[in-house]
């Protein structure tokens, strides 16, 4: 799936992340065609946390239950982990208290299910809140 975010620069970072075309059409475009949920979804790249908060809403909207999910977040580290504190990789603390680990390779990748009492309202708004949230 392609998504036009605009001019980019080193790593594929768009030149202007406040472009809302940038955004959305990063964030949304490659699940508008997707009429179906997927058991997992990967995340990389740029606006890390909410790609993964529209997956897990792009699964419930397609009738996926709650606790089926799954998203893959690749360059995940833990807290606690060396390496350039893993390239400034903390974006993901701030949905902890939506999110669960399910899985950790103990290198890069990590897997997520949402907790359990967490409504699709509730990702929502933490997405509309947090839509510009890149590291």
């Known amino acids: 799936y392609l998504a036009d975010i605009g001019t980019i620069v ?3 970072k768009a030149e202007d992340e406040e472009l ?13 065609s997707e009429m179906r949920p997927f ?11 909410p790609c993964m908060i529209l997956s897990f809403l792009h699964a419930s909207a397609r009738g996926a239950p709650h606790n089926h999910t799954r998203v893959m977040l690749h360059d995940c580290y833990q807290p606690g982990t060396s390496t350039e504190v893993r390239r400034n990789r903390n974006d993901l603390l701030m949905a902890s208290h939506l999110l669960q680990l399910v899985n950790h390779s103990t290198h890069y990748l990590c897997v997520y299910k949402r907790k359990e009492d967490v409504t699709d309202e509730t990702l929502f708004e933490f997405w509309r809140e947090n839509m510009l949230a890149t590291p």
Do not use: A
Request: hydrophobic fraction near 35%; proline fraction near 7%; glycine fraction near 8%.
């Open 39 to 49: 058991d997992v979804y990967m995340v990389d790249g740029r606006w890390r946390v």
């Open 20 to 32: 809302p075309k940038s955004v959305m059409n990063y964030q949304v475009r490659p699940l508008q």
């Open 10 to 12: 080193k790593w594929g």
